[in-house]
């Protein structure tokens, strides 16, 4: 049995499901015009709500993230969920004091409904007849789990990457139901250079042949494992892929002149994108990497400001100096938006080499800001 | 018929072949340890060899370039060579004074020997049993050419990109032939995180069934130009890809909520992509690719100064403010191992948004740097 470092026993969590919109009036509605029937969300709480309703947060998850927060489904369970480090009792995002909520996003593939899902239509997966989805529409059925859950207003809403970004659409959506938000590592919209790099990774998808115009049985592994590989070279920085591997060869002192892996990089990018297919589906990352290239915050708006008029949270912004998918400077837009309407934003860049993946790894000093803010926050809570 | 600005005729070149390497003494050795026979050169020259012998510069292409680096090989050619604006009467690098040579990298697709020529031995294509070739085999092959040419030393080596690290060669393996050398926006070794963008990129292509493991009597069209998508991207900045494209959409004012191309940044990718796929093989991609994963100046030496120790030439080091893919910092890190040779090296980072590509775009300040540098060697010609 698997124990916590400092001896106590593991925190077990249970998945659980919350099923809605089998009627016209309830179905959700989204931003393509369609309404989506029968959604399931797929969530984990770890903590309790207090009687005064001022203690939940919730935590959104990024691309391949789900609801799987932290703690364990089973005592033996190998690995705990993907923020472990940062959400659990006595930790920043403190279980015994705080209500945790997160949920697996709509067109995801770790429990929410999603494009391999039954279409209760027709009785078969949606696949590609799976309405494309947006940022917004997620946060729309994450509405509904609120509401279920009986929670009035989040303390905050605490986010990284594509999480940020769901963060920033409760702000702009629902700003009676968040008191505070806290974007991390994210951006008010993507820049035509992710586009970029989504376009070439769903190609990767689409042309391979196992993929069949998203009709597989088997995932498509070729095609996904070479757009996740092309993603995750984007959540590293230059400095840590030079840390990490610099030229260093897998396994001799000298090239072996073949087209096979022979540099330590290329082992490990393989290495990432088997374990990848093995856990995500290929039209569910069509589909979220869809959602994240329409996310611009300020789109029907005449500019990012005017996007945050009604907001009323108060925001932790944070940003890594060596992400360069979504940098600083993103990060600052937000911020300038924010500060437009007179609103309460702490700002922080934190130093460091790990590129995108900071918001993953850098939890000491993520952590601190983010107890402090919900601390304050709390105080606050209205 | 297609004539010049200034109502010049149009420069006309015609491109040439040499053959050599028929014989065990005269093949060409590879780091690899296989020897290339037969080997072929297309090549093309600009200008007339002074009777001095010292004004003959060699151009070196990119990885996507080629012999035909300016005029046209007819007077009706709709384009010029690839560095047009750069090479000609008159022109940075003048052809009225300098003898330009230009020739086709070994492994490549343009006339040259590769991995879709006859293999001699066989009488079939190599393909993939075409031996994994390397930077400094580009510039062996080079050095015959040299010779058969009775250049004896050439008054400078130029290069951007990969054509950077074959001048860089150059200086290492034959400081007696080259008077100068002019890397830009290169490197003295691919990064890991340039080796695992190739990676992806050879994946792609590796993983299209058309591919047929290098046996295809057709250009595998969809991998390659999923590679050379990928490629494009590190060759742009996110500054001249958030001012060439925003987030503009293709045809509409909303977005289609679909798969297809939606944002102008998709259309132009898949414009790449597709073109490439009309000009360019998939294995000399390939192996072309392969040749820069294996370039590290430094291989085989203790530190990069050590491997400039026999080194004589003087150095024009040029980088582009917004390259990402070579940054300055690159650069620097071959001007300080020069330093320490106590060679002399002028140094400039040219203030560009263009990214990569601007070796090929900023040609007034670049040519302005050359033109000067070039003026002086001819006066230090020994």
């Known amino acids: 049995m698997t124990t916590e470092k400092d001896?106590?026993?593991p925190l077990l969590v249970q998945p659980q499901d919350y099923t809605f919109g089998w009627t016209e009036e309830d179905a959700l509605p989204l931003d393509c015009g369609k309404k989506l029937y029968g959604v399931n969300l797929r969530y984990e709480t770890i903590g309790t709500l207090s009687p005064a309703g001022d203690n939940a947060v919730l935590i959104l998850h990024a691309l391949s993230g789900d609801a799987h927060v932290a703690g364990r489904h089973a005592p033996d369970d190998r690995k705990p969920g993907w923020w472990d480090?940062?959400?659990?009792?006595?930790?920043?995002?403190?279980?015994?004091?705080?209500?945790?909520?997160?949920?697996?996003?709509?067109?995801?593939?770790?429990?929410?409904?999603?494009?391999?899902?039954?279409?209760?239509?027709?009785?078969?997966?949606?696949?590609?007849s799976f309405p494309v989805i947006t940022i917004a529409d997620m946060v729309r059925a994450q509405k509904r789990l609120m509401e279920h859950l009986g929670i009035r207003k989040f303390l905050a809403a605490v986010g990284g990457s594509m999480g940020g970004m769901q963060a920033l659409e409760w702000a702009r959506l629902y700003p009676d139901c968040v008191q505070s938000v806290i974007p991390?590592?994210?951006?008010?919209?993507?820049?035509?250079?992710?586009?970029?790099?989504?376009w070439v990774g769903s190609q990767a998808i689409?042309?391979?042949?196992?993929?069949?115009?998203?009709?597989?049985?088997?995932n498509p592994e070729h095609g996904l494992a070479t757009a996740r590989m092309l993603a995750h070279i984007t959540y590293l920085s230059d400095e840590s892929m030079n840390r990490k591997f610099g030229r260093e060869l897998q396994e001799s002192d000298s090239y072996s002149f073949s087209f096979e892996r022979d540099f330590a990089v290329e082992s490990y990018l393989e290495h990432q994108g088997r374990r990848f297919v093995e856990r995500f589906d290929a039209n569910s990352?069509?589909?979220?990497?869809?959602?994240?290239?329409?996310?611009?915050?300020?789109?029907?708006?005449?500019?990012?400001?005017?996007?945050?008029a009604g907001t009323?949270?108060?925001?932790?912004?944070?940003?890594?100096s060596s992400d360069w998918l979504f940098p600083t400077e993103q990060s600052e837009r937000i911020v300038r938006a924010l500060l437009k309407n007179r609103l309460n934003c702490s700002f922080c860049e934190i130093e460091s080499g790990y590129g995108h993946d900071a918001f993953l790894l850098e939890v000491e000093r993520l952590g601190a800001l983010i107890r402090d803010f919900l601390d304050n926050q709390q105080r606050k809570f209205q």
């Not at 329409?294 to 005449?302: C, K, R, T, V």
Request: glycine share 10%.
């Open 85 to 128: 480090e940062m959400v659990g009792p006595g930790k920043a995002i403190d279980t015994n004091r705080y209500f945790v909520v997160c949920s697996n996003v709509i067109g995801g593939c770790a429990g929410s409904t999603g494009p391999r899902s039954i279409d209760p239509a027709t009785g078969k997966l949606y696949n590609l």
């Open 184 to 198: 991390i590592a994210t951006t008010s919209r993507l820049s035509p250079q992710s586009i970029a790099f989504d």
């Open 312 to 320: 009323k949270a108060d925001f932790l912004v944070v940003s890594f």
């Open 206 to 218: 689409r042309h391979d042949p196992a993929w069949n115009n998203g009709e597989y049985t088997e």
């Open 7 to 9: 001896g106590q026993p």
């Open 285 to 308: 990352y069509l589909y979220i990497t869809r959602a994240t290239d329409y996310f611009d915050l300020a789109n029907g708006y005449d500019d990012l400001a005017e996007a945050f």
